[in-house]
């Protein structure tokens, strides 16, 4: 069974800029959520979606945005980077009430100089 | 409101001698706790879950961990430390309260193996 996949592996950006993040869940699970891994911040949870719908959002500013697929694939969007935003951007899924554990994909390093 | 403390930032062990890493929790739920272990550059790998089932919860690469409700901790333990456990180790917890899911990391303990 493929696990949770990732693109791109690396990303550097200019401060200003956006970027687009790309996961695609473990087949069969329905829900996605991202987390950040700052440096110094440890991680934190960001945005969870589920059967195309937004259903929770961390304590990030709006810039931070995202949506989920029809195929359960989800994308993160980040405007108007900001030097602090370089961390690791993780996904996981689940599947909704089946259990509350989550999946990990091997994360996307974002750098902004 | 949930949170996690894990005691130690950083442990360090000798190969082949007991592993103990620590972990508070507080909860407002019923909560699921589960630790997960980070190798450099890598994303996180499920070790093992507690979801009110069995107290002592044992995982994979022979880790185990023991709920304790009346001391609200998780702590993870291997009887023989290999040199491959040499990773971050992160405890989480996750409230069941419906609408919620977001699970709440732990500061991370860097476990060292030494030779």
């Known amino acids: 069974e493929a696990g949770v996949t990732q693109s791109p592996t690396h990303l550097i950006k200019t401060r200003g800029q956006q970027v687009t993040l790309r996961c695609s869940p473990i087949s069969g699970h329905t829900s996605v959520y991202w987390y950040q891994q700052a440096l110094g911040l440890g991680l934190q949870f960001l945005l969870w979606y589920d059967e195309g719908e937004e259903r929770n959002r961390g304590n990030f500013p709006p810039r931070f945005s995202g949506r989920q697929f029809p195929n359960y694939s989800s994308e993160l969007n980040v405007n108007a980077l900001e030097l602090e935003d370089s961390a690791l951007y993780l996904c996981a899924s689940s599947i909704r009430d089946r259990g509350p554990e989550q999946y990990f994909g091997p994360g996307t390093r974002l750098t902004v100089t | 409101a949930q949170s996690v403390t894990q005691l130690d930032s950083h442990v360090s062990v000798s190969e082949g001698t007991p592993v103990l890493l620590r972990c508070n929790y507080s909860?407002?739920?019923?909560?699921?706790l589960f630790w997960y272990v980070q190798h450099p550059n890598k994303g996180l790998q499920l070790l093992l879950k507690?979801?009110?089932?069995?107290?002592l919860v044992k995982g994979i690469n022979g880790f185990e961990a023991e709920f304790k409700k009346s001391e609200t901790s998780f702590h993870l333990t291997k009887p023989s430390a290999h040199m491959s456990d040499a990773a971050e180790y992160f405890c989480?917890?996750?409230?069941?309260?419906?609408?919620?899911?977001?699970?709440?990391f732990g500061s991370g303990t860097r476990l060292q193996v030494q030779p």
């Open positions: 507690y979801t009110s089932a069995a107290t």
């Open positions: 989480v917890v996750t409230g069941e309260r419906t609408g919620r899911r977001a699970l709440t």
């Open positions: 909860s407002s739920y019923s909560p699921s």
